[in-house]
């Protein structure tokens, strides 16, 4: 998980009191988290017990947290976002415009690698591969920004991860 996400975990918690608690539930202190990343088996392990406390199935968890994250995910880059963009064209953009930035910016960073494909003017496919499997993370994430863009969409996973696909398939259609 890089540090973005994790950043961004911590403010999801809403507070310090419950952020402590998902370390300390999770076997994992407060000072190693900030000196190392945690590794994905340990990001794993918090993610789960954040879901679990929270009283969420993780992937409810994952998608809420996306829906949080990516307005200061695109505050932070919007700079690489072009102002005439809609929501598809951010999509279809997102790895070679934002992920490519935070490689190059952030030693480490490792985020999914995300290869979109624009089906029709209505249509976009995003493949979508993570070591972590948060594809629901994406999905709240599509919705998010179709929220920033004042658009609708709606999403489908003809491939998961999760489901034991090698990669996801995310299809978000214009409503």
């Known amino acids: 998980m890089h540090k973005l996400i994790f950043v961004n975990l911590q403010l999801f918690a809403g507070s310090e009191e419950k952020w402590q608690e998902w370390l300390s539930k999770a076997n994992l202190s407060d000072r190693g988290v900030y000196v190392d990343m945690p590794s994905d088996s340990e990001a794993k392990q918090l993610l789960n017990m954040a879901a679990k406390l929270n009283h969420q199935p993780l992937h409810e968890f994952l998608r809420n947290f996306g829906i949080f994250t990516a307005p200061r995910l695109i505050a932070q880059f919007s700079h690489h976002i072009d102002k005439n963009w809609d ?29 979109a494909s624009r089906l029709d003017k209505d249509k976009v496919m995003i493949r979508y591969h993570s070591s972590l499997r948060m594809c ?25 991860m999760l489901r034991g696909d090698a990669e996801c398939e995310i299809l978000v259609t214009r409503a």
């Open 136 to 160: 629901p993370f994406a999905e709240g994430l599509v919705e998010a920004a179709a929220a920033y863009y004042k658009q609708k969409v709606l999403t489908s996973q003809p491939k998961c």
């Open 87 to 115: 929501v598809l064209d951010f999509l279809e953009h997102t790895e070679d415009y934002i992920h490519k930035e935070v490689r190059k910016q952030i030693t480490g960073a490792n985020p999914p690698i995300l290869k």
